[in-house]
């Protein structure tokens, strides 16, 4: 069986990344596997793809290549269904809203058509109206599945799959360092100065503990000014990006969330596979599908006073061993659901089914 899996790019540092890349290189045990990424920007994708998995792009932005049409979101979408119409697989699976349209609208009718999706559409209007031609939409949580149900009443069946971590072994935290760790794209979203306000709680309290930041993004400079005013040159690290986020990770007895609007989720999974327990806030979406507090984690409610409340919840596990070592267990029973080779029987069963 021939699966293509399409990306709006599989060359950045992005949750939706991760998660089809590892996908793509489970399925890659047994099946013909590409990923096709509608823009490539970089030489070599951020995160490891397995040696089985062929790689190609729609449009090639890197410096050097030449551009035989012109620049812009026209040439792109032309590119984009060109390819579409031309392609020759028995499955494909597409990672936005977008690109399910584009795939509803253009790729052959004999194709499996399954649409990936984790977070809202911004404009439902195109979604309802041309994914009604797909075979399906498979979201990575029940909530998730739930939305999409409603919104596509009548239209393809949905059903929920849960998103696939690297292969194994994982790493394995000892719980014995003093470090929280967080990692992702500092973008506002993603909320790292309600993390960083909060440790500013912390290193008062526990001035032996270090926050680890992995990473990069538009948010670095506020970032850092904000480690300045409150004087935590001392405590806060910034760590840069890293291929191998997990192996950061398992350095750590702590990794926190304080993502405002996380639908993936990806690097609060990561850390449960190396047996790190996760401190979130429980009104991001990603997060609090996996995140049960007493179980592997803690989730904590957003209000005012959020930046205390958050380190009242890191204090609690700093200063309790036994409790975190207890939410570790629980983390890596999370993680086991989301091994690769477990994921990729579930899409084989749902492809089969639909088939």
């Known amino acids: 069986?021939?699966?293509?899996?399409?990306?709006?790019?599989?060359?950045?540092?992005?949750?939706?990344?991760?998660?089809?890349?590892?996908?793509?290189?489970a399925l890659a045990d047994r099946h013909d596997v590409e990923?096709?990424?509608?823009?490539?920007?970089?030489?070599?994708?951020?995160?490891?793809?397995?040696?089985?998995v062929t790689m190609r792009s729609v449009v090639d932005v890197r410096p050097g290549v030449r551009h035989l049409l012109p620049h812009g979101q026209v040439r792109t979408e032309v590119a984009l269904w060109r390819m579409l119409r031309?392609?020759?697989?028995?499955?494909?699976i597409t990672t936005r809203p977008g690109l399910g349209v584009h795939a509803a609208r253009h790729a052959p009718r004999e194709m499996l058509k399954i649409a990936r999706e984790w977070g809202r559409p911004t404009v439902p209007g195109p979604v309802k109206r041309f994914y009604p031609r797909l075979n399906a939409v498979v979201t990575a949580t029940e909530s998730a599945q739930e939305e999409w149900g409603r919104l596509l009443d009548g239209g393809p069946a949905v059903h929920s799959v849960l998103d696939a971590l690297p292969d194994g072994p994982w790493p394995r935290s000892?719980?014995?360092n003093r470090i929280v760790a967080a990692g992702?794209?500092?973008v506002p979203a993603k909320a790292y100065d309600r993390l960083i306000?909060?440790?500013?709680i912390v290193a008062d309290k526990r001035p032996d503990w270090r926050l680890r930041l992995y990473g990069g993004g538009p948010e670095e400079r506020r970032m850092r000014a904000l480690v300045r005013e409150l004087d935590l040159h001392n405590h806060v690290y910034f760590m840069g990006t890293t291929q191998d986020l997990a192996g950061e990770f398992a350095k750590a007895s702590i990794v926190a969330s304080t993502s405002r609007t996380e639908d993936l989720g990806m690097t609060v999974l990561e850390a449960m596979g190396c047996g790190v327990p996760v401190v979130a806030f429980e009104g991001a979406r990603g997060p609090a599908e996996f995140v049960a507090t007493g179980y592997n984690g803690v989730l904590v409610p957003e209000a005012e006073e959020e930046p205390r409340l958050f380190a009242s919840a890191?204090?609690?596990?700093?200063?309790?061993?036994?409790?975190?070592?207890?939410?570790?267990?629980g983390a890596l029973d999370t993680a086991l659901r989301h091994e690769a080779g477990e994921v990729a029987d579930q899409w084989e069963k749902l492809i089969a089914g639909l088939r």
């Open 1 to 25: 069986m021939k699966v293509s899996l399409v990306l709006a790019s599989a060359y950045g540092m992005r949750g939706d990344a991760r998660a089809t890349l590892n996908l793509a290189s």
């Open 197 to 200: 306000r909060a440790f500013a």
């Open 184 to 186: 992702g794209r500092w």
């Open 35 to 52: 990923v096709i990424s509608v823009r490539r920007q970089k030489d070599k994708p951020f995160f490891p793809v397995a040696p089985g």
């Open 174 to 176: 000892r719980m014995d």
């Open 86 to 92: 031309g392609l020759k697989s028995d499955v494909l």
């Open 314 to 329: 890191l204090l609690a596990l700093i200063d309790d061993e036994r409790r975190r070592r207890s939410l570790a267990a």
